[in-house]
């Protein structure tokens, strides 16, 4: 199974760039997580904030793959503990679906994106800034992958 962590923003600083790839490389051939980043939208004064979200889903949409369970990333969803996150995993690895984490820009994600997901994660009532988030990700899908295989990472 592959997941697909499609993310608008480039250019990170190298401790977001580098977080993640530690915990992506972290993870099993069966469970795979391959980061897409989306260019973020040219700031004008003449685009609103809407405009620009809108674009940036846009984006998000066309790069999600065919057959694909979409996983929205926003405050406003469903959030998972560890043990929820690693039962949905067994889920989607039993599945063999590949899932699509969809996270916005500095802006947040376009109400299409919102609309297209099966599946709607809130990370924390907090706001966090969209390049921590790749980082929390990576280390929260490394998490529930150990609690299913056993390893002592995760302590209960």
Same mark, same amino acid.
């Given at each position: 199974?592959?997941?697909?962590?499609?993310?608008?923003? &480039?250019?990170?600083?190298?401790?977001?760039?580098? @977080?993640?790839? !530690?915990?992506?490389? +972290?993870?099993?051939?069966?469970?795979?997580?391959?980061?897409? !980043?989306?260019?973020?939208?040219?700031?004008?004064?003449?685009? $609103?904030?809407?405009?620009?979200?809108?674009?940036?889903? +846009?984006?998000? %949409?066309?790069?999600?793959?065919?057959? &694909? %369970?979409?996983?929205?990333?926003?405050? &406003?969803?469903?959030?998972? $503990?560890?043990? !929820? %996150?690693?039962?949905?995993?067994?889920?989607?690895?039993?599945?063999?679906?590949?899932?699509?984490? /969809?996270?916005? @820009?500095?802006? @947040? /994600?376009?109400?299409?994106?919102?609309?297209r997901a099966d599946l709607c994660w809130s990370l924390s009532a907090h706001t966090l800034p969209h390049a921590l #988030?790749? #980082?929390?990700?990576? !280390?929260? #899908?490394?998490?529930?992958? &150990?609690? %299913?295989? @056993?390893?002592?990472?995760?302590?209960?």
């Open positions: 199974m592959h997941i697909h962590l499609i993310a608008v923003g &480039t250019r990170m600083p190298s401790w977001v760039t580098e @977080g993640y790839r !530690e915990y992506a490389r +972290r993870l099993p051939h069966e469970c795979s997580l391959r980061l897409v !980043e989306i260019p973020p939208c040219k700031r004008k004064k003449t685009l $609103s904030i809407a405009r620009i979200r809108e674009e940036e889903g +846009r984006q998000l %949409l066309a790069a999600i793959p065919g057959q &694909t %369970l979409v996983v929205a990333l926003d405050v &406003t969803g469903e959030p998972w $503990s560890t043990q !929820e %996150l690693a039962f949905r995993l067994q889920d989607w690895m039993q599945g063999g679906r590949a899932i699509a984490l /969809l996270v916005g @820009g500095a802006d @947040g /994600l376009a109400d299409a994106c919102l609309a #988030v790749r #980082v929390v990700i990576a !280390e929260q #899908v490394y998490r529930a992958w &150990t609690l %299913l295989s @056993g390893h002592p990472y995760h302590r209960a």
